[in-house]
Nanobody
């Protein structure tokens, strides 16, 4: 069983930055592909970004490409989502997700493990 714990959410003004962290335990970190999803009130949970288990490939939603970056630290068993140039429409609960294997995927049902979520609020 894989446990994922997010942290780093908060309130920030438009144009600001936040870095979310996802601490992974319960499985070899290097075997887990990490994804980030978000859910705004009244909306479906949507893909944001993902990084492969090897760190060699990544994918981003069009809405965040060029503003968000994704990385992972194998020494700390932690994944990161760096969010820059934040906009009010980025406001949502952000979830870290994990799946076994090396392939980066963008759909929710391909991820087996989920964190509890962290709130990100961007004020205008």
């Amino acid at each position: 069983q894989v446990q994922l714990v997010e942290s780093g959410g908060g309130l920030v003004q438009a144009g600001g930055s936040l870095r979310l962290s996802c601490a992974v335990s319960g499985r070899t970190f290097s075997s887990v592909t990490i994804g980030w999803f978000r859910q705004a009130p009244g909306k479906e949970r949507e893909f944001v970004a993902a990084i492969s288990s090897s760190g060699g490939s990544a994918d981003f939603a069009a809405s965040v490409k060029g503003r968000f970056t994704i990385s992972r630290d194998y020494a700390k068993n932690t994944g990161y989502l760096q969010m820059n140039s934040l906009k009010p429409e980025d406001t949502a609960v952000y979830y870290c997700a994990g799946r076994s294997g090396v392939v980066v995927t963008t759909t929710r049902d391909t991820y087996n493990y989920w964190g509890q979520g962290t709130q990100v609020t961007v004020s205008s």
